[in-house]
């Protein structure tokens, strides 16, 4: 039962480094989701994706890129890092027709 | 656009007492209404939810009726344990097209003593 997984799940980038976030769900859903959590600013939308093909922004999209491989797989990337970035990142996902979301484990990212 | 205000912590409790966390919320449409709980280090997991208005959400003890009247969603529990010590964060979600978007509040640190 693995649900949403997230690797890795700690990183430390040096500014203006690059890297890609991976996010994977056995779960069959069609939806899947990127947040950041802050403290004192609970969980914002990065990026979702409806569906295996589509893409979408969400609150705080600058910064970032994303993939949705396929239907199992929706990747995060950070062209060049910056110590605004550091953050924990959640990646959910949820099945067409249901509201709630299923959320992994997270990734710590400090930028320095 | 859709926005969830939940009260500020941390709150301190001591073990067996009562627990409410509020939670107002704002939105368009018919939102379905949640709390999800973070222990330290983990994930989101999902706690209770409720979909349509006097619904009323439950699991562990921990209880949330939605009232539409008052947009509010606040979460109790009868008797605190030190194992419910979390972060609660309660989330609205609207349905759009077959997906949605869950929305949070900023979250509630509850820390219970023995």
Not at chain 1, 48 to 69: H, I, M
Not at chain 2, 7 to 17: D, N, R
Request: charged letters at 15%; proline letters at 4%.
């Amino acid at each position: 039962n693995a649900g949403v997984t997230q690797t890795p799940k700690f990183q430390v980038l040096k500014t203006g480094q690059s890297m890609t976030l991976q996010c994977a769900q056995d779960m069959n859903h069609n939806s899947m989701y990127w947040y950041r959590q802050d403290p004192g600013m609970g969980l914002r939308l990065i990026y979702y994706s409806a569906s295996e093909g589509t893409t979408d922004k969400g609150e705080v999209p600058n910064g970032y890129n994303v993939s949705r491989l396929n239907k199992r797989e929706f990747s995060l990337r950070l062209e060049s890092a910056a110590p605004s970035q550091t953050s924990v990142y959640f990646c959910a996902s949820s099945g067409r027709g249901y509201t709630e979301a299923f959320f992994g484990q997270g990734t710590r990212l400090t930028v320095v | 656009g859709d926005s969830v205000t939940q009260m500020e912590g941390p709150v301190t409790l001591s073990e067996e007492a009562f627990l409410t966390i509020n939670c107002t919320y704002t939105a368009t449409g018919y939102p379905s209404l949640f709390w999800y709980v973070q222990y330290p280090g983990e994930g989101l997991q999902l706690l209770l939810k409720a979909t349509k208005a006097d619904d009323k959400g439950s699991n562990k003890g921990f209880e949330a009726t939605y009232r539409k009247e008052t947009t509010s969603f606040h979460l109790e529990k009868g008797s605190v344990q030190v194992s419910d010590s979390a972060v609660y964060f309660c989330a609205l979600s609207v349905m759009n097209s077959g997906y949605s978007t869950l929305t949070f509040g900023k979250g509630t640190m509850l820390l219970v003593s023995p």
